[in-house]
């Protein structure tokens, strides 16, 4: 008979022959298109009925150019995105290691591009600057970015498994950011990917991802200051919903402009950020942060900016935990 330890000795080689998972090149169709976006579809305040939607009611669809994610480079098909991800562009995923291979079409009637943070580019692939081959994509032209996850585009030490990361127009920035030409990047950590064709963190039942803007429709008039989440107003972000028992990870984006000083905060559950306890993230222009949550309070709750104005003016919707009865039926 073998003893214990002869079989782990045994072992060891076979264990250290397994191939580690390969990186991937992960390739994403993205089209710029003009479009039309509405702050409040049917113009009511979901958070207060009856008391509608103040100023910021007045006109609350204006035109936009949105990022669309399409099945292949015929461009004919669009990846439908799930409904919390709102104004939002299409989310890149990958794992640490991982290339992006990011096929941009310019549908709309003015030079656009797509310019990373905190991934590894040459200057091509910028997409900034008014420089490189990817700096400036003309209506009706492409570009290929690639961009690589290297170690430093992933989690640090006091990290979660995965962290998030923006994309967004660089040609006129602040007006295209504005326009709503901005979407979000995921980094996984190194051996932290469900599979080869899955790089969300295998540690995560779901993940969503908020950004908090006020977007400037009017030049400064209050009406048209537009105190969004992920392009919505007074609860009309809808999807964010988990079961009971889920592990969440919630990634958070601040834009915009002096204004933009934002305390994400969440009625009924705590969230863990690098190792410390809260329900509040503050948050600034053009930061990121990556948190975690344990789904095991049911109910519907407030999710909303506790900058008291940003309260007013909308900034704040609903997130809900279905019990495991519901879920189980």
């Not at 008391?51 to 949105?66: F, I, Q």
């Not at 923006?166 to 040609?171: D, L, R």
Request: net charge negative; proline share 6%.
């Amino acid at each position: 008979m073998i003893s214990a330890k002869k079989l782990v000795l045994c072992l060891i080689p076979l264990l250290l022959s397994v191939p580690a998972q390969a990186n991937q090149i992960r390739e994403y169709w993205v089209s710029a298109e003009n479009t039309e976006w509405d702050y409040a579809p049917g113009g009511k305040n979901h958070i207060r009925p009856g008391h509608g939607l103040g100023p910021w009611g007045e006109t609350t669809r204006y035109a936009k150019m949105r990022y669309y994610a399409y099945t292949d480079g015929s461009y004919t098909t669009k990846v439908t995105q799930p409904e919390w991800m709102g104004i939002m562009g299409p989310q890149l995923i990958g794992e640490v290691g991982d290339t992006l291979k990011v096929h941009f079409k310019n549908m709309t009637d003015r030079p656009l591009s797509m310019h990373p943070h905190g991934v590894l580019y040459d200057e091509d692939n910028d997409g900034a600057d008014l420089r490189g081959a990817g700096g400036i994509v003309p209506p009706g032209e492409s570009f290929t970015y690639t961009w690589r996850l290297d170690e430093e585009s992933g989690p640090g030490p006091a990290d979660p498994s995965s962290i998030v990361w923006v994309y967004h127009s660089h040609v006129k920035p602040v007006e295209e950011v504005y326009a709503g030409l901005i979407g979000s990047i995921v980094v996984t950590a190194k051996g932290m990917a469900r599979s080869a064709k899955d790089p969300r963190p295998k540690d995560i039942d779901r993940s969503f991802t908020t950004m908090f803007m006020v977007f400037d429709e009017e030049d400064g008039e209050e009406g048209g200051l537009m105190h969004a989440m992920n392009g919505y107003i007074f609860g009309h972000l809808k999807g964010l919903e988990a079961r009971e028992g889920d592990r969440i990870r919630w990634h958070l984006i601040g834009m915009g402009s002096e204004v933009d000083l934002h305390t994400a905060h969440w009625h009924g559950k705590t969230v863990l950020n690098g190792g410390r306890r809260t329900d509040v993230i503050n948050l600034m222009p053009a930061t990121m942060t990556s948190v975690t949550m344990n789904a095991d309070n049911p109910g519907t709750w407030l999710y909303h900016c506790h900058v008291a104005d940003h309260i007013t003016a909308g900034m704040i919707t609903r997130w809900r935990v279905l019990p495991k009865e519901d879920t189980e039926k």
